[in-house]
């Protein structure tokens, strides 16, 4: 596959939308995962991180607003609003506790699809990462998760991807070896460096000339590794 995955959480007590979402989301690469209530969603949200919440108010547990109090205490994730609500009040008090975006019931996929597109983008700004980041001959498109080498695409397993964008949203800066390791496996792989050196090994073969003698991917010796790019994109 040309373009790696980006995770979704699907929050609403409704199956067909549910069903709909992810027939629909899954030709443009997103990878869904469902709850059906507010318990299960802080569940999924404990065990696993998630590049975008959709999420509905009205959950047959507890109000989506709860769900959305409850991320901003720890994350970031952008979460947008789909509902049949579309009262200012609940407008306004989804945007107060954090909410990036409102889509109203009945929906056009299309639109859903463009603010998908606008949330992630949006998150990667505030970030401080250029969503499209260009090294010498490779591009880094972190909005639809695309690299390229020259015109040609370059296919990364999930993990190579998440392990080259960590890299890129930090580009020039050094991220040690437990940074990387705590970041993209979690804390039981923390001191696996050779577990590591792995997956650096397959991004160069797959993105350097030289694998010997890295320019993109270098490495400061007994501290970690750093995404070196000659030129950005304008903006960056």
Same mark, same amino acid.
């Given at each position: 596959?040309?373009?790696?995955?980006?995770?979704?959480?699907?929050?609403?007590?409704?199956?067909?939308?549910?069903?709909?979402?992810?027939?629909?989301?899954? &030709?443009?690469?997103?990878? !869904?995962?469902? *709850?059906?209530?507010?318990?299960?969603?802080? /569940?999924?949200?404990?065990?696993?991180?998630?590049?975008?919440?959709?999420?509905?108010?009205?959950? &047959?547990?507890?109000?989506?607003?709860?769900?959305?109090?409850?991320?901003?205490?720890?994350?970031?994730?952008?979460?947008?609003?789909?509902?049949?609500?579309?009262?200012?009040?609940?407008?306004? *008090?989804?945007?107060?506790?954090? *909410?990036?975006?409102?889509?109203?019931?009945?929906?056009?996929?299309?639109?859903?699809?463009?603010?998908?597109?606008?949330?992630?983008?949006?998150?990667?700004?505030?970030?401080?990462?250029? &969503?499209? !980041?260009?090294?010498?001959?490779?591009?880094?498109?972190?909005?639809?998760?695309?690299?390229?080498?020259?015109?040609?695409?370059?296919?990364?397993?999930?993990?190579?991807?998440?392990?080259?964008?960590?890299?890129?949203?930090?580009?020039?800066?050094?991220?040690?070896?437990?940074?990387?390791? /705590? *970041?993209?496996?979690?804390?039981?792989?923390?001191?696996?460096?050779?577990?590591?050196?792995?997956?650096?090994?397959?991004?160069?073969?797959?993105?350097?000339?030289?694998?010997?003698?890295?320019?993109?991917?270098?490495?400061?010796?007994?501290?970690?590794?750093?995404?070196?790019?000659?030129?950005?994109?304008?903006?960056?």
């Amino acid at each position: 596959m040309a373009h790696s995955s980006t995770s979704i959480l699907v929050v609403d007590d409704e199956p067909q939308i549910r069903r709909l979402l992810k027939v629909s989301l899954a &030709p443009q690469h997103y990878e !869904l995962t469902e *709850a059906g209530t507010a318990a299960a969603a802080l /569940k999924r949200l404990a065990a696993e991180s998630f590049d975008l919440i959709i999420l509905d108010l009205g959950l &047959p547990d507890a109000s989506g607003l709860t769900v959305i109090e409850a991320v901003r205490k720890t994350s970031a994730v952008p979460i947008i609003i789909l509902s049949v609500r579309g009262d200012e009040d609940s407008k306004v *008090a989804a945007f107060d506790l954090g *909410a990036d975006d409102y889509v109203t019931k009945p929906f056009g996929m299309g639109e859903l699809v463009a603010r998908i597109r606008a949330a992630l983008r949006h998150r990667l700004q505030e970030q401080g990462a250029n &969503p499209l !980041l260009q090294c010498g001959e490779v591009s880094i498109d972190l909005v639809n998760r695309e690299v390229k080498r020259g015109a040609s695409v370059v296919k990364l397993s999930p993990t190579e991807y998440n392990l080259l964008r960590l890299l890129a949203e930090h580009q020039g800066k050094i991220l040690t070896h437990q940074y990387i390791l /705590k *970041a993209i496996w979690g804390p039981a792989k923390i001191d696996d460096i050779q577990y590591l050196r792995v997956y650096i090994r397959a991004l160069r073969q797959k993105l350097e000339d030289r694998v010997d003698q890295p320019e993109l991917i270098r490495t400061e010796t007994g501290v970690g590794y750093r995404l070196m790019c000659a030129e950005r994109t304008a903006g960056g």
